[in-house]
């Protein structure tokens, strides 16, 4: 037992030795190419050690190889041109659209019903009578009314006869002319229940769905038919209390609804609500389209566009031109180099505008004409980096004008007049199918609600 004690530890001192041989063998490769890296390789070095240092010294300081033995590589970006383009200054809302005017037609005093004398969706002029009550009764009373004027006129006449001849006193005549103006009040109350039982139309409108048939026997306050006014049509909407200071009477709203897709309509704003409510914090409006077309219903749901101001050469830019940074607002612009064929970046603050859909305004900073990086910005860390043109990966499309090429399309053309253009043919009437209501006459928005027509 004692003799295998130094066999045991001889071994594992072997152990150790070998583990310690195979980690020097393993690390020396690694040391000696960085020797040669860092120094002037020997003439006899192994060639598979002199390129192993080379692959490992390129791999390794790539840059710092390119900045200290070359000119550096220029940046690939891809850029746009400021162009100019016509903005709109406006916000979206949702409104409904009511009547200019509208009632429910109710009888002031009960009674059966003994003529309707309009249809269901009839135009129908102011003072137009619609519908007759029964009035055997009130008739007789007017004349019952009449008969009784005759004889207190007669009475009175005759008095003033017999107290110019000093037959009867002044009293006598005082009474018969007191008897007189009774004998008014009776008629005109007479006349006034009569006028009571035929309902008459308080202005030009379109009839609704009656709601009554003859014979019926109607209470005072029952509903009978609506009568609408939709030569022109209120649209309500409400915007944000920000606005509240911006929007004015006389501005104008454009105004599209579902259920007329493809058509645009243009409505002038008529008053504000003097109260914000506190609920939603928003300000009511109230706008006025022409309808005389009849295309418009109450009801309708509407998506509103209120306008406050049109800019016609805004610059613009594409939106992925800007670079936030804190509170402020960068983009890389490309000028020119040192040398003739050298581009390089410049970071230059900006100040944004009005925001559409792909583009942004900008009011200071740039100018017409100037070029801007739209990708590859992050790899441009300080101005003055060299710059490489490319054209964006998206495919070109058919006849059309090469992806990322500056300001695509010929000179002078202005693609967001265009859109605009194309969108704008729209709001241009064509016959009976056209957008706007083009009806000859007066707006029917600017008249009164007592105004005759």
């Given amino acids: 037992m004692a003799m295998k004690k130094p066999y045991l530890l001889v071994a594992v001192l072997g152990l150790v030795v070998a583990g310690g041989g195979a980690w020097w063998f393993q690390n020396k490769p690694t040391s000696a190419?960085?020797?040669?890296?860092?120094?002037?390789?020997?003439?006899?070095?192994?060639?598979?050690?002199?390129?192993?240092?080379?692959?490992?010294?390129?791999?390794?300081?790539?840059?710092?190889?390119?900045?200290?033995?070359?000119?550096?590589k220029p940046?690939?970006?891809?850029?746009?041109?400021?162009?100019?383009?016509?903005?709109?200054d406006e916000t979206q809302s949702?409104?409904?659209?009511?009547?200019?005017?509208?009632?429910?037609?109710?009888?002031?005093?009960?009674?059966?019903?003994s003529q309707i004398l309009f249809k269901d969706g009839q135009r129908v002029k102011k003072g137009q009578t619609l519908v007759q009550f029964d009035d055997q009764l009130p008739v007789a009373q007017l004349m019952q009314a009449k008969a009784e004027l005759s004889i207190a006129q007669a009475n009175h006449t005759r008095n003033q006869e017999l107290v110019s001849q000093n037959f009867i006193s002044k009293r006598s005549l005082d009474e018969s002319d007191a008897a007189l103006q009774v004998a008014l009040a009776k008629l005109s109350l007479a006349q006034a229940t009569l006028q009571r039982l035929k309902v008459v139309a308080p202005f030009d409108g379109v009839a609704g769905l009656r709601q009554i048939n003859v014979g019926d026997y109607l209470k005072d306050g029952a509903d009978m038919v609506n009568i609408e006014d939709i030569d022109a049509v209120l649209l309500d909407f409400r915007l944000s209390e920000n606005f509240q200071a911006r929007i004015k009477p006389g501005q104008k709203a454009q105004v599209s609804f579902d259920a007329l897709p493809g058509k645009k309509f243009t409505a002038v704003v008529q008053a504000i609500d003097p109260l914000?409510?506190?609920?939603?914090?928003?300000v009511g409006v109230r706008g006025c389209i022409d309808n005389r077309q009849q295309q418009l219903r109450p009801g309708m749901f509407?998506?509103?566009?209120?306008?406050?101001?049109?800019?016609?050469?805004?610059?613009?830019?594409?939106?992925?031109?800007?670079?936030?940074?804190?509170?402020?607002?960068?983009?890389?612009?490309?000028?020119?180099?040192?040398?003739?064929?050298?581009?390089?970046?410049?970071?230059?603050?900006?100040?944004?505008?009005?925001?559409?859909?792909?583009?942004?305004?900008?009011?200071e900073g740039l100018s017409f004409g100037d070029t801007v990086v739209v990708a590859g910005q992050q790899r441009l860390q300080k101005d003055g980096t060299l710059l490489r043109i490319v054209e964006p990966a998206k495919a070109q499309g058919p006849g059309g004008n090469k992806p990322g090429e500056a300001g695509a399309g010929k000179a002078g053309d202005k693609p967001s007049d265009k859109a605009t253009d194309k969108a704008g043919n729209g709001n241009k009437p064509k016959g009976k199918d056209g957008a706007n209501n083009a009806a000859a006459g007066d707006n029917p928005c600017l008249r009164g609600l007592n105004a005759t027509r």
């Fill in 75 to 88: 940046t690939a970006v891809e850029v746009a041109q400021v162009d100019k383009a016509k903005l709109v």
């Fill in 302 to 363: 509407a998506r509103v566009s209120a306008v406050f101001g049109e800019r016609i050469d805004a610059l613009v830019i594409p939106e992925e031109a800007i670079v936030p940074q804190g509170g402020r607002t960068f983009v890389v612009k490309v000028s020119q180099g040192a040398n003739k064929d050298e581009i390089v970046s410049e970071r230059v603050t900006v100040k944004i505008g009005l925001r559409q859909p792909g583009k942004v305004e900008i009011l």
């Fill in 94 to 113: 949702v409104g409904s659209l009511r009547s200019f005017q509208g009632i429910v037609l109710r009888p002031e005093v009960g009674g059966r019903v």
């Fill in 33 to 72: 190419p960085t020797e040669v890296v860092a120094g002037s390789a020997p003439s006899n070095a192994p060639t598979s050690t002199a390129g192993a240092a080379a692959g490992t010294g390129a791999g390794a300081g790539a840059g710092a190889g390119a900045g200290a033995g070359g000119p550096a």
């Fill in 276 to 282: 914000i409510d506190a609920n939603g914090r928003s």
